[in-house]
């Protein structure tokens, strides 16, 4: 593997024997030529069950193409809702249907004239009232993103919204909602039949987490005024020079996957995404590709995004570092630091993009490197057999909730002031061993179980408001720093659908800490029999059974009375560990 390929720097040091080796592998099994062929043996030769999923998952290779052939009928719409007198627009979605959005968002600076893009990806009533104060509704156009038709929290979201712009526009509600789906859906026929602004029909063969260059991301964008075109265009040249005829040295997408598989194949598996914050929101794109595409049968690549950079910090050898630059913006701050890692042996990869519009290209090349990663793994990167687990498990706790009118309790193992503390039962036996007092020594005696190779992550069912967000890095850094291990943080219920399944189906590697809180206000959710705030508790219950039933090393902190001040106290106790 060269030590530059176009706008992609690396330094693997003693690691490089290990991505030629990969790429080799590779390029000996026609890797690229299969993938373009939608070849489903790639991924897995002996399950013809597998295979047959494969293959109606591959329609975001053509993607580009695709889209820019509709190109002026979304641009022709997204003027239509500029001209209509639109202030926001909202969308309802969760995972793939919402992080590229969210991204759009948080990068591209708003255009004047253009609405305003929020995203809403939360059942937390905090979450929900809080855009609710920020859009009036007869101005707002509601995008109600799910690809099945079924997604819960899409659904319940949906309802919620609609049910108060019925008590103001009456049967003319619709005229606020687009449907963002695949063709058959009950979105489909729900949008039909209450007359939306717009129903766009996405290509069924486009899995969630690949579907940034369709409409589930471009009609977003384009609504907001960004130049879809452009995106578009960057797409395409990346995937041109992805295709077979590019030799296998300048490929970009090819020289990646083997990167991440091969140094993963070394136990280099936590993929350290170092972005500016400037394009900080892409690391939560990529975070549900990878995770939720390699992280199953025990396996998984483990993106760790969001993570202050520490200039005093020298990593371990399970990191590998991704590098983004902005143009010309100043990496000086860091680039001793960085050659420390680097001289270290920590492998480093440099990713240069001239503008924002490089983004479209950066899709593509994610894209195209996790399909052959999970090729090298060995695993079927289109599926995610295990998020059903949690969604089960949430299913069960609600109709418990049906019939008694209140959601299964945990008896806490260590109560102290506002927080208290539920242990698994492989915890509960190390405390008695350990003679663990309170909650400190609990949240200690949990850490201490982490090995070489393990990871921490923080699972917060709180809104992600920017006074929670310091408490919790504080925390993520305390117990990455105290016990040596990377450690991820995540907002519920939106991890549900990105690293979730990394979770339930890697490599059983995790140390989790969820941690939950009091509803301060709620919503009720128009015909359902339980709220937004009893929806979360259930899905952060949920996912504590599915968690538990696997046997993973968790605990779970609840925080009553003021979030802001528990998350605090928290952060504290670890703190001073």
Same mark, same amino acid.
């Given at each position: 593997?060269?030590?530059?390929?176009?706008?992609?720097?690396?330094?693997?040091?003693?690691?490089?024997?290990?991505? &030629?080796?990969?790429?080799? !592998?590779?390029?000996?099994?026609?890797?690229?030529?299969?993938?373009?062929?939608?070849?489903?043996?790639?991924?897995?030769?002996?399950?013809?069950?597998?295979? =047959?999923?494969?293959?109606?998952?591959?329609?975001?290779?053509?993607?580009?193409?695709?889209?820019?052939?509709?190109?002026?009928?979304?641009?022709?719409?997204?003027?239509?809702?500029?001209?209509?007198?639109?202030?926001?627009?909202?969308?309802?979605?969760?995972?793939?249907?919402?992080?590229?959005?969210?991204?759009?968002?948080?990068?591209?600076?708003?255009?004047?004239?253009?609405?305003?893009?929020?995203?809403?990806?939360?059942?937390?009533?905090?979450?929900?009232?809080?855009?609710?104060?920020?859009?009036?509704?007869?101005? #707002?156009?509601?995008?109600?993103?799910?690809?099945?038709?079924?997604?819960? !929290?899409?659904?319940?979201?949906?309802?919620?919204?609609? $049910?108060?712009?019925?008590?103001?526009?009456?049967?003319?509600?619709?005229?606020?909602?687009?449907?963002?789906?695949?063709?058959?859906?009950?979105?489909?026929?729900?949008?039909?039949?209450? $007359?939306?602004?717009?129903?766009?029909?996405?290509?069924?063969?486009?899995?969630?987490?690949?579907?940034?260059?369709?409409?589930?991301?471009?009609?977003?964008?384009?609504?907001?005024?960004?130049?879809?075109?452009?995106?578009? =265009?960057?797409?395409?040249?990346?995937?041109?020079?992805?295709?077979?005829?590019?030799?296998?040295?300048?490929?970009?997408?090819?020289?990646?996957?083997?990167?991440?598989?091969?140094?993963?194949?070394?136990?280099?598996?936590?993929?350290?995404?170092?972005?500016?914050?400037?394009?900080?929101?892409?690391?939560?794109?990529?975070?549900?590709?990878?995770?939720?595409?390699?992280?199953?049968?025990?396996?998984?690549?483990?993106?760790?995004?969001?993570?202050?950079?520490?200039?005093?910090?020298?990593?371990?050898?399970?990191?590998?570092?991704?590098?983004?630059?902005?143009?010309?913006?100043?990496? =000086?701050?860091?680039?001793?630091?960085?050659?420390?890692?680097?001289?270290?042996?920590?492998?480093?990869?440099? %990713?240069?993009?001239?503008?924002?519009?490089?983004?479209?290209?950066?899709?593509?090349?994610?894209?195209?490197?996790?399909?052959?990663?999970?090729?090298?793994?060995?695993?079927?990167?289109?599926?995610?057999?295990?998020?059903?687990?949690?969604?089960?498990?949430?299913?069960?706790?609600?109709?418990?909730?049906?019939?008694?009118?209140?959601?299964?309790?945990?008896?806490?193992?260590?109560?102290?002031?506002?927080?208290?503390?539920?242990?698994?039962?492989?915890?509960?036996?190390?405390?008695?061993?350990?003679?663990?007092?309170?909650?400190?020594?609990?949240?200690?005696? $949990?850490?201490?179980?982490?090995?070489?190779?393990?990871?921490?992550? %923080?699972?917060?069912?709180?809104?992600?408001?920017? !006074?929670?967000? =310091?408490?919790?890095?504080?925390?993520?850094?305390?117990?990455?720093?105290?016990?040596?291990?990377?450690?991820?943080?995540?907002?519920?219920?939106?991890?549900?659908?990105?690293?979730?399944?990394? $979770?339930?189906?890697?490599?059983?590697?995790?140390?989790?800490?969820?941690?939950? #809180? &009091?509803?301060?206000? &709620?919503?009720?959710?128009?015909?359902?029999?339980?709220?937004?705030?009893?929806?979360?508790?259930?899905?952060?219950?949920? &996912?504590?059974?599915?968690?538990?039933?696997?046997?993973?090393?968790?605990?779970?902190?609840?925080?009553?009375?003021?979030?802001?001040?528990?998350?605090?106290?928290?952060?504290?106790?670890?703190?001073?560990?």
């Amino acid at each position: 593997m060269s030590e530059k390929t176009n706008d992609c720097e690396v330094a693997l040091s003693s690691c490089q024997s290990y991505v &030629d080796e990969m790429l080799s !592998e590779l390029i000996n099994r026609a890797a690229v030529d299969r993938l373009w062929q939608r070849d489903p043996a790639l991924w897995k030769p002996d399950d013809a069950e597998c295979q =047959a999923s494969i293959i109606n998952r591959l329609g975001w290779l053509s993607s580009p193409d695709l889209m820019h052939d509709r190109l002026s009928m979304i641009t022709t719409w997204a003027n239509h809702v500029r001209d209509a007198g639109f202030t926001h627009t909202v969308v309802l979605g969760m995972g793939g249907s919402s992080l590229c959005p969210e991204m759009w968002r948080q990068t591209f600076p708003r255009r004047a004239g253009w609405p305003e893009l929020l995203v809403l990806d939360s059942t937390n009533p905090v979450s929900v009232a809080a855009v609710e104060s920020r859009i009036l509704l007869d101005t #707002t156009l509601f995008f109600v993103s799910s690809k099945s038709g079924t997604t819960i !929290e899409s659904n319940a979201l949906y309802h919620y919204f609609s $049910h108060c712009l019925k008590a103001r526009k009456g049967a003319r509600f619709g005229e606020n909602f687009v449907a963002i789906t695949d063709s058959g859906t009950p979105l489909e026929r729900i949008a039909n039949g209450q $007359h939306f602004n717009k129903t766009f029909i996405n290509p069924s063969n486009i899995g969630g987490r690949f579907s940034a260059l369709s409409f589930f991301g471009l009609v977003p964008a384009a609504a907001m005024g960004i130049d879809i075109g452009k995106l578009l =265009a960057r797409g395409q040249s990346l995937q041109a020079r992805c295709r077979p005829e590019t030799r296998p040295e300048k490929n970009p997408g090819l020289l990646l996957g083997a990167l991440l598989a091969g140094l993963g194949r070394m136990g280099r598996d936590k993929i350290t995404f170092l972005l500016p914050p400037s394009l900080a929101a892409f690391g939560y794109w990529v975070e549900q590709l990878i995770a939720e595409s390699t992280g199953k049968e025990g396996k998984g690549l483990l993106p760790v995004v969001g993570e202050p950079i520490d200039l005093n910090r020298t990593y371990g050898p399970d990191r590998v570092l991704i590098l983004f630059q902005l143009g010309e913006e100043p990496t =000086a701050a860091i680039g001793p630091w960085l050659l420390a890692q680097e001289r270290a042996g920590c492998p480093v990869a440099r %990713i240069i993009l001239k503008d924002l519009y490089d983004l479209g290209a950066e899709f593509f090349r994610w894209e195209f490197a996790t399909a052959v990663a999970g090729a090298a793994l060995g695993i079927n990167p289109f599926d995610e057999p295990n998020v059903t687990e949690s969604k089960d498990k949430t299913l069960q706790v609600l109709e418990a909730y049906r019939a008694t009118g209140y959601l299964p309790r945990q008896v806490p193992a260590v109560w102290e002031g506002q927080l208290s503390l539920s242990a698994d039962s492989q915890l509960d036996g190390l405390q008695k061993a350990a003679a663990a007092t309170n909650l400190a020594e609990y949240l200690d005696a $949990h850490f201490r179980r982490g090995q070489p190779g393990d990871y921490a992550a %923080i699972m917060a069912y709180v809104d992600q408001c920017k !006074e929670n967000e =310091a408490s919790l890095q504080a925390l993520r850094m305390a117990i990455s720093d105290r016990y040596g291990l990377a450690a991820t943080l995540a907002y519920g219920p939106r991890f549900l659908h990105s690293t979730g399944q990394l $979770h339930k189906g890697g490599a059983g590697n995790g140390l989790f800490l969820q941690i939950t #809180t &009091d509803n301060p206000i &709620d919503r009720n959710i128009p015909g359902e029999f339980f709220t937004f705030g009893v929806l979360k508790d259930a899905q952060a219950l949920g &996912d504590y059974q599915a968690l538990s039933a696997r046997g993973l090393r968790l605990v779970r902190v609840h925080v009553s009375g003021n979030i802001a001040e528990g998350l605090r106290t928290l952060a504290g106790k670890v703190n001073t560990l």
